[in-house]
């Protein structure tokens, strides 16, 4: 069975700070990974990775994907409270054009 | 968001009453899903559509029907809905491209009294 896990489940930092958020793997097939925000609505996109070692860059949020240890990382710099939201990562298996996601980071900066 | 609506936005209902809700969508997209979300769960998938009167179930389906007779239009519905299915329910559209490609809806909140 498919399985995506993202650590921490929750995050309290301050304005300012750096947060790295985690998100490990297990899909059989694996074809792409991919980032979400939300903020009390629907998902919005954020990254796609497909290729291990590759950043991929937004501004203050990077993200790199590590196909090896089946497992990625988001990167957020000089967090503000407008990144306050529901971070959603999703794996896609290379069969089926299904998304399995993690149950998120929900990501609290404080003023 | 553009090119997908869900109806209602927001429902209560009583135990054990059927509810229906509704994805349509403007894109011409042979994906269609339905996800429910929940705290400390993400999003859990409940049914997908890859066609006209082509469905199949995802991982949470007991206690849920589906049906698309055109390709605009993904319903869901509860058959006899329970207190363990208020959720914010989800639907998404996917061209086949990728996934990228996924657009979701605005979700609708159900409380099942």
């Known amino acids: 069975e498919d399985k995506v896990v993202q650590s921490p489940l929750s995050l309290v930092v301050h304005e300012g700070d750096t947060v790295t958020l985690n998100c490990s793997y297990e899909v059989t097939n694996f074809r792409s990974l991919l980032w979400y925000k939300q903020e009390k609505k629907a998902p919005t ?8 070692g590759i950043e991929k860059k937004s501004g203050r ?3 790199i994907l590590d196909k090896k240890e ?15 939201a529901i971070y959603l990562c999703a794996v896609e298996a290379e069969y089926g054009n299904k998304l399995v996601f993690g149950a998120g980071t929900i990501l609290r900066v404080k003023s | 968001d553009a090119g997908i609506t869900q109806s209602p936005r927001h429902k209560v209902t009583e135990t054990g009453t059927p509810v229906t809700l509704r994805c349509h969508q ?9 996800y429910r979300q929940d ?10 559509s890859y066609g006209v009167k082509d469905t199949d179930k995802g991982e949470v389906s007991d ?9 605009e239009d993904f319903l869901l519905t509860l058959e006899s809905a329970t207190s363990s299915q208020t959720s914010v329910y989800f639907c998404a559209i996917n061209s086949g491209q990728g996934a ?14």
């Open chain 2, 26 to 34: 403007t894109e011409n997209h042979r994906y269609m899903y339905w």
């Open chain 2, 63 to 71: 206690g849920y029907s589906v049906s698309r007779s055109k390709t």
């Open chain 2, 100 to 113: 990228i490609g996924y657009t979701f809806g605005s979700g609708t909140r159900l409380t099942v009294v």
């Open chain 2, 39 to 48: 705290p400390g769960h993400g999003l859990r998938l409940i049914h997908y």
């Open chain 1, 61 to 63: 949020l990077s993200s």
């Open chain 1, 45 to 52: 996109f954020l990254f796609m990775l497909t290729s291990s």
């Open chain 1, 70 to 84: 089946l497992s990625s990382i988001l990167n957020i710099t000089a967090t503000q409270t407008g990144d306050s």
